[in-house]
């Protein structure tokens, strides 16, 4: 019980801090509505593959949905769990254009536990251009097809998404986590902000622990706000903000003080943790 207040206390402190810094940037859930390719709604070899009957529910989405879900492929033949996919359309790589996030859930057991790889198609004005693990042309964005278990970090950034805006600077700021049941959790616990590296053409993890930084800000912003998720059309306003959960900072502060977490045992393959979470856990 001890550790439970210290860990609040903790975060308290932490998100008066970034209130109290100073505005360095225009946060807000307003998300600017992204520029679509007429004809090519659908992101990249999907157009193609929303022919065949497995992903046909892909073509039969409208065209205005800027989130669209279904199954993808069956684990093992016989088996009736399937993978789960889920297409998030927003402008990643701010240049005004809409993007996809594509998330495959695969399913490990029967109970819920779960595996997933994420790719990324952003739309330019040649076509679509690709972010993701080695797959065939033909078959969708899932682990187990091509190269997907060999790259799946590097492209491993959360379940679903949702967005800040900042106005001022023109860019996009995404939300991730990896839930209950997920076997990510563990090892890469707590919300992620993400922003999109035009460098490494990628998405970069941002450290949201670091004070007075962009990312403690947009963090912040969350915490009291919540961000914009990607919905159907049809979905109700209050619907589309994802909404802080506290026990999701406090299992995150949790590993990141438990010297037997993957994290901290295991940098190498799960990251390191922020020095700066580091720096709360108590002595």
Not at 146 to 153: A, H, L, R, V, Y
Request: hydrophobic share 35%; proline share 5%.
């Amino acid at each position: 019980m001890k550790k439970i207040v210290h860990y609040s206390t903790l975060a308290l402190l932490a998100f008066a801090s970034s209130l109290a810094q100073a505005q360095t940037m225009q946060l807000t859930t307003e998300v600017p509505a992204c520029r679509a390719f007429p004809g090519t709604a659908l992101p990249g070899k999907y157009a193609r593959l929303a022919k065949s009957k497995g992903l046909s529910w892909l073509a039969k989405a409208p065209p205005g949905d800027s989130r669209i879900s279904g199954n993808g492929s069956e684990r093992a033949d016989g088996s009736e769990m399937y993978d789960a996919l889920d297409f998030f359309r927003t402008d990643i790589d701010n240049d005004g254009y809409c993007d996809w996030y594509i998330n495959d859930n695969a399913p490990l057991s029967s109970g819920g536990d779960r595996d997933s790889i994420n790719t990324l198609y952003l739309g330019r004005k040649e076509g679509w251009l690709r972010i993701g693990a080695a797959v065939p042309d033909n078959k969708p964005d899932e682990l187990g097809f091509g190269k997907t278990t060999d790259e799946q970090q590097q492209y491993l950034f959360g379940e679903e998404i949702a967005v800040i805006h900042d106005s001022k600077a023109r860019t996009n700021y995404l939300i991730t986590a990896f839930y209950d049941r997920h076997v990510q959790r563990d090892s890469k616990p707590g919300y992620r902000v993400l922003a999109w590296d035009a460098d490494k053409k990628n998405l970069r993890l941002l450290d949201k622990w670091e004070p007075k930084s962009k990312a403690a800000e947009v963090y912040a912003f969350f915490k009291a706000h919540g961000a914009r998720m990607p919905a159907a059309k049809n979905t109700a306003p209050e619907d589309t903000v994802l909404r802080f959960d506290a026990d999701i900072e406090a299992f995150e502060t949790a590993q990141a003080c438990n010297p037997d977490s993957p994290q901290r045992s295991s940098p190498e393959l799960y990251g390191a943790v922020s020095r700066h979470l580091l720096a709360r856990c108590k002595r």
